[in-house]
């Protein structure tokens, strides 16, 4: 059974940084496009960024403070976050999609597989 768990949300400062893991079950996740999403209370879910193989994508609010990576020996993959401002603020997923080739697309309807969530506050 495909799975994927987000860990490493919690509560920082402004300016602080976090690193979030989405840790993959049930599929090999060299085969796989991950994305990071993120969902403010009254907003809709948008993309972070996203990642295949030596490809990778992010939103212009990512861009610079953000870096994702995978490990394909652990299974997992990362966004490790920095100089996190209040409007990071919300609850970050991870998905997947299965691809042979190509890139990796930041939009939600094109993965099939969701995590649970982490919570992520910035707040001082």
């Known amino acids: 059974q495909l799975q994927l768990v987000e860990s490493g949300g919690g509560l920082v400062q402004p300016g602080g940084s976090l690193t979030l893991s989405c840790a993959a079950s049930?599929?090999?996740?060299?085969?796989?496009?991950i994305g990071w999403f993120r969902q403010a209370p009254g907003k809709e879910r948008e993309g972070v960024s996203c990642?295949?193989?030596?490809?990778?994508n992010y939103a212009n609010s990512a861009k610079g403070r953000f870096t994702i990576s995978r490990d394909n020996a652990k299974n997992t993959v990362y966004l490790q976050m920095n100089n996190l401002k209040p409007e990071d603020t919300a609850i970050y997923y991870c998905?997947?999609?299965?691809?042979?080739?190509?890139?990796?697309?930041?939009?939600?309807?094109?993965?099939?597989?969701w995590g649970q969530g982490t919570q992520v506050t910035v707040s001082s």
């Open positions: 049930g599929f090999t996740l060299a085969n796989y496009a």
């Open positions: 990642i295949f193989r030596s490809d990778n």
């Open positions: 998905a997947a999609r299965g691809r042979l080739s190509g890139q990796c697309v930041l939009s939600l309807g094109w993965y099939n597989y």
